[in-house]
């Protein structure tokens, strides 16, 4: 009876100190996830008070979180807009992975990690945060601009990735050989291919033999049958994130609308839950020996997130101004990268405290550098042009020096032409 009021109490404590900060970060215009993080890092191991008696439940709640942010994921999508982003914007996400991946995997390797640390840490730097972004997108008004539908299709095709690239770090992390991971990325393949030939050609039965009415039921049947895929892809370390995923992206219609509705409180409650345990489960002080490390990285796939945007936007066809903004927009990184290093932890530990900075540095930079890449880009190229344009000015009139009655003022302006 002890352990149950314990439970309790903490359970209630953590989801209550949750909700105030979410109110908080939404009062200030900041995204949750660092806060979370932050108190999560405040009340695990090495913290100020430790949460001894809901760690167990904590655990499964982190569990069911990837699942449900995974499973609103697929919901957002139908199969037949996968299969057009993939079709169109494959080149910028081969170009996003070479650019953004390759750090992460470089730095692995400096670190001393070896391969399945360096695989690990490429994916936490390659994924953005498709949560914030969105949030970001929504919150300035650019909903309708003409870079947001190629931010979406980088999104998507990352989004699409990480059905290939989850089983495949899972093969790695289970210590697999090269046959067993090759099975493992065929099966994951395989599974990808079905799953979204099943939702073009028959997923209007699948949706209709979910559908129902009454609201209870549907979350029953949705809920149900994720939790139980999920389960069985894991069974074939296919990843149950994956099988989420896929079950979201066979729902379509009025189906997907419904449990999108009915699943999205349960999703930012154990989502939140899942970004308090990550924090729980990394020791704050592994953190300031790797904020160097984390920062230069910070830095690093700042740029590279930004050349990935300009390079999509140009390949659509939008100017310059909104190149410059697509890129600041994918900067910011958040729950896939966390996902991430949550798989891997178990097998490389000094994954978490480096993840848990470098994801704190991009998810508060993220915003800012949605805002402010397109002014300040704009600023510079202006300052570069009027430089270029001096020299182009003086020798291309190579007249002789005037005398001192011929002298006169400048017309206003024409340096900045």
């Known amino acids: 009876m002890h352990d149950t009021t314990a439970l309790l109490v903490e359970l209630g404590s953590v989801i209550l100190g949750l909700g105030i900060i979410g109110r908080f970060a939404g009062r200030i215009g900041l995204s949750p996830i660092p806060l979370y993080l932050l108190a999560g890092l405040a009340f695990g191991e090495g913290g100020l008070l430790p949460l001894g008696a809901s760690e167990e439940f904590t655990a499964i709640g982190a569990e069911i979180g990837v699942i449900l942010l995974l499973l609103l994921l697929g919901?957002?999508?139908s199969a037949s807009e996968l299969v057009t982003s993939l079709k169109t914007q494959y080149p910028s996400g081969a170009v996003d992975f070479a650019l953004n991946a390759t750090p992460g995997a470089i730095a692995g390797l400096l670190l001393g990690w070896g391969p399945v640390g360096a695989v690990a840490l490429a994916g936490v730097t390659w994924i953005s945060s498709s949560g914030v972004i969105a949030k970001v997108m929504t919150d300035m008004g650019r909903l309708g601009n003409r870079e947001t539908p190629v931010i979406l299709g980088v999104l998507v095709i990352e989004d699409l990735a990480m059905a290939v690239y989850l089983p495949l770090l899972t093969a790695m992390l289970a210590g697999v050989g090269l046959a067993g991971g090759s099975i493992a990325l065929l099966v994951a393949l395989g599974t990808v291919g079905f799953v979204l030939y099943l939702a073009l050609r028959h997923g209007r039965v699948i949706s209709r033999a979910v559908s129902s009415d009454n609201p209870e039921m549907l979350l029953l049947v949705v809920l149900g049958l994720t939790v139980l895929v999920a389960g069985v892809a894991q069974q074939l370390?296919?990843?149950?994130?994956?099988?989420?995923?896929?079950?979201?992206?066979?729902?379509s219609g009025e189906v997907a609308e419904g449990a999108r509705k009915l699943l999205t409180p349960l999703?930012?409650?154990?989502?939140?839950?899942?970004?308090?345990?990550?924090?729980?489960?990394?020791?704050?002080a592994e953190i300031p020996p790797v904020l160097l490390p984390a920062a230069l990285l910070a830095i690093v796939t700042v740029f590279t997130k930004i050349g990935t945007g300009w390079y999509a936007s140009r390949r659509a066809g939008v100017g310059p101004r909104g190149r410059w903004r697509a890129g600041g927009t994918l900067v910011a990184r958040g729950e896939f990268s966390i996902v991430i290093a949550g798989l891997a932890v178990a097998t490389e530990p000094r994954i978490g405290p480096i993840a848990t900075a470098y994801v704190l540095i991009l998810v508060i930079v993220g915003p800012l550098t949605a805002r402010w890449t397109e002014p300040i880009a704009s600023k510079l190229q202006g300052v570069l042009a009027g430089k270029q344009t001096k020299p182009a000015v003086a020798t291309a009139e190579p007249e002789p020096m005037p005398s001192h009655d011929d002298l006169t003022p400048e017309p206003a302006g024409r340096d900045s032409d």
């Open 75 to 77: 919901l957002e999508y």
């Open 237 to 251: 370390q296919v990843s149950a994130a994956v099988g989420a995923f896929l079950v979201g992206i066979a729902l």
């Open 267 to 284: 999703r930012d409650l154990f989502a939140a839950v899942f970004f308090v345990f990550f924090g729980l489960s990394t020791n704050p």
